[in-house]
């Protein structure tokens, strides 16, 4: 779905990964002026989270990062961003350092903080939940192609659903869903160990 909205010019697009991520942008989308859609994902309605006595407003168009990292970049959109954070875990005793960026808000994307993350790494790995074609996982691919092509040492991998329809069956629907194997594998084919 937030393929189709981040394409609507003047929308605001928000994705939580989180409770207090989800609450401290809805509290900005209620304040900002223009028009924008919380993007929620229902798997993370069952994930417990701690969260502070007062939820202070995240200010929309800035990205997280979740886990520093030296040798690989992981931008995760909602629930992939816990997939990625499982997956750095495994490639961290393996001696793999995997930096992990939420977005958190697609439009505007936080472009500044993941070229930054790429300018280190020279590597780039985007994980979402929606079909790979047509993702919005392309979309930041682009964007870091085009703005900073030099940093690349190796292709932008991509981590996303195959292009099929969402299985009704749920042990279907868990084999179609998007996890941390895949966002290692990932890891490894652009560091070239895959």
């Not at 495994?90 to 936080?110: F, N, S, Y």
């Not at 590597?123 to 691919?141: D, N, P, S």
């Not at 195959?162 to 290692?184: H, N, Q, R, W």
């Amino acid at each position: 779905m937030e393929s189709w909205l981040t394409h609507i010019p003047g929308l605001t697009v928000v994705m939580p990964s989180g409770a207090v991520d989800a609450a401290g942008l809805l509290a900005s989308a209620i304040a900002d002026p223009g028009p924008v859609v919380v993007v929620e994902n229902k798997i993370l309605y069952f994930r417990k989270e701690t969260a502070p006595a007062k939820i202070e407003p995240i200010p929309l168009g800035k990205a997280a990062v979740r886990r520093p990292g030296r040798d690989v970049t992981v931008v995760a959109l909602s629930r992939l961003v816990h997939e990625a954070l499982d997956a750095a875990e495994e490639l961290a005793a393996e001696g793999i350092e995997v930096e992990v960026i939420d977005p958190r808000t697609l439009v505007p994307l936080d472009l500044d903080t993941i070229l930054e993350s790429v300018s280190r790494t020279n590597r780039l790995v985007v994980a979402h939940e929606a079909v790979t074609h047509g993702g919005f996982g392309a979309e930041i691919a682009a964007a870091v192609q085009y703005a900073g092509f030099d940093d690349l040492d190796a292709p932008v991998e991509r981590v996303g659903a195959p292009f099929t329809p969402i299985p009704v069956s749920p042990p279907l629907e868990d084999a179609y869903l998007m996890g941390a194997a895949d966002v290692k594998a990932a890891v490894l084919r652009t560091l070239g160990r895959g």
